[in-house]
């Protein structure tokens, strides 16, 4: 059973940037594809945010193209979101998530408020 531990939410201001971390805590094997999702408390499901294919090909909606960039460290296995000029409509619960195995993370919460 593959768990998926993030890391790196946090409280900041608009404007400001947080970097997320996405880790499994059990052995997996091959690069897989993975995404970042978050979900408001009043949000019925979950908005896809990035993902990256296993060759390495990012996608972005398009509120967050030009600020948020996904990448992976493939001898790490750990998949990453930088995020940048975040504003307070960014505040969310943010999920990883691997399609091979349709596994979630516990989420990590980002606050952007002043």
């Known amino acids: 059973q593959v768990q998926l531990v993030e890391s790196g939410g946090g409280l900041v201001q608009p404007g400001g940037s947080l970097t997320l971390s996405c880790a499994p805590s059990?052995?997996?094997?091959?690069?897989?594809?993975m995404g970042w999702y978050r979900q408001t408390p009043g949000g019925i499901q979950r908005e896809l945010v990035a993902?990256?294919?296993?060759?390495?090909?990012?996608y972005y909606t398009d509120s967050v193209k030009g600020r948020f960039t996904i990448s992976r460290d493939a001898a790490k296995n750990t998949v990453y979101l930088v995020m940048n000029g975040l504003k307070p409509e960014d505040t969310a619960m943010y999920f990883c998530?691997?399609?091979?195995?349709?596994?979630w993370g516990q989420g990590t919460q980002v606050t952007v408020s002043s």
């Open positions: 998530h691997r399609y091979q195995g349709n596994y």
């Open positions: 059990g052995s997996v094997s091959g690069i897989e594809a």
């Open positions: 993902r990256i294919t296993s060759s390495g090909a990012a």
